[in-house]
């Protein structure tokens, strides 16, 4: 039991497994928004761990959800996610933000901005964010943001933000579906990275978004994803079930759609799809 009287299931704060330690991430992170890491060696998937929190009497805004493995690691679009022990990052955080169900794409944004900010400052590498949450190196994808929410009519009661990163996968563990898709940042830079001290990094950077959030509105956010998006003004293809539709992604609009100026000189609100930058 937690201090507030949540039960966590399974895992353990304090735990460590392979390079992770909760206690080594907790005390890393100096912020006020984290208080509480739990550290599984193995899950189904961090994202429904955190879930299952959503019925505590206390909902545990500020709890983070690390495994070193997940077993049905879920993407975007009912994919799944691969996540072997040992080498990449799958995390959870858990808030009970103050905003409108209308709002929840700007905790994808948050996510988003959080990646790719924290993976920049501790690899060197250049990232780029493709609409929605596709994080980008290269034109692969070296990790993604899925957000998950618990809701009533109104009000968000929970969201789970969760961050999938290939930190020290090589490209050829990877499924051969996969393969010219995806990418990590050991391929990349051709060294590995501590997996801590980038999980330390995107909590910092969620915190610090998360406020802007709070504190600020919707507008820094905006710009700021904007400046670090690859999709913006470039020719793309969106796959939308059956439909697939062609034409230039002007810019996202307030609650971070996407504006898609078509053949036909029209414009298309895009709010989920899989988007293919032309070049
Ligand atoms: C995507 O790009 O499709 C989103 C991928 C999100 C993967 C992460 S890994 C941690 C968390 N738990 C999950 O099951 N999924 C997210």
Not at 75 to 83: A, D, E, Q, T
Request: charged share 25%; glycine share 10%; hydrophobic share 40%.
């Amino acid at each position: 039991m937690t201090k507030s009287g949540n039960t966590i299931p399974a895992g353990r704060c304090g735990a460590i497994f392979a390079d992770l330690s909760s206690d080594e991430i907790l005390a890393g992170v100096c912020g006020f928004l984290w208080k509480k890491v739990c550290l599984f060696e193995s899950v189904d998937s961090t994202n429904e761990r955190a879930l299952a929190l959503a019925s505590s009497e206390v909902p545990p805004h500020g709890t983070v959800i690390i495994a070193d493995a997940q077993s049905s690691g879920r993407g975007r679009l009912g994919r799944k996610w691969f996540s072997p022990p040992g080498r990449n990052i799958y995390m959870s955080a858990l808030l009970k933000p103050e905003i409108g169900l209308r709002d929840a794409t700007l905790l994808t944004i948050v996510g988003a901005l959080a990646g790719v900010v924290a993976l920049r400052n501790k690899t060197g590498l250049d990232l780029r964010i493709k609409w929605p949450n596709d994080l980008m190196v290269n034109n692969k994808k070296i990790g993604g943001i899925l957000t998950e929410i618990r809701s009533d009519p109104e009000k968000i009661n929970l969201a789970v933000i969760g961050i999938g990163v290939n930190v020290n996968s090589e490209v050829v563990d990877f499924p051969e579906e996969l393969s010219g898709i995806v990418t990590s940042a050991r391929t990349e830079a051709g060294r590995m990275f501590s997996r801590v001290g980038i999980i330390i990094e995107i909590l910092r950077e969620l915190e610090r978004w998360y406020k802007t959030l709070t504190n600020e509105g919707r507008r820094p956010l905006l710009e700021e994803w904007k400046s670090r998006s690859s999709t913006i003004g470039k020719k793309v293809r969106i796959v939308l079930g059956n439909e697939i539709l062609s034409g230039v992604a002007e810019t996202i609009d307030d609650n971070g759609m996407l504006i898609l100026r078509t053949g036909s000189g029209g414009k298309r609100r895009i709010s989920s799809g899989d988007v293919m930058e032309l070049r």
